[in-house]
Nanobody, 120 residues
């Protein structure tokens, strides 16, 4: 099994900054993709930013230039620095990892979610 533990989040005024972190632990041989999704009330969960196994990082158009994803493969962690936050960034943010494990398994795991609230 693999656990994703998220930290960060909270309440911030519009224009402010927050940082989220996610650490994966457990039966991990390697992590393919790892990143963040978010879900606002009444909306579907959507990609925010993700780091691929090929070394590229993809961002949602709505966060490009404001959010930065950093990944540490040695520590199995990923961080999301969020700047110039807007009220529309308010959502529950979820860490996601696609993990290669023992027995040639390839499974997707989600964190428990962390609330980000941006007040206008």
């Amino acid at each position: 099994q693999v656990q994703l533990v998220e930290s960060g989040g909270g309440l911030v005024q519009a224009g402010g900054s927050l940082s989220l972190s996610c650490a994966a632990s457990g039966s991990i041989l390697s992590i393919n993709n790892m990143g963040w999704y978010r879900q606002a009330p009444g909306k579907q969960r959507q990609l925010v930013a993700i780091s691929t196994s090929g070394g590229t990082t993809n961002y949602a158009d709505s966060v490009k230039g404001r959010f930065t994803l950093s990944r540490d493969n040695a520590k199995n962690t990923v961080s999301l620095q969020m700047n110039s936050l807007k009220s529309e960034d308010t959502a529950i943010y979820y860490c996601k990892a696609l993990v290669s494990g023992p027995g040639s398994t390839l499974r997707q795991y989600w964190g428990q979610g962390t609330q980000v609230t941006v007040s206008s």
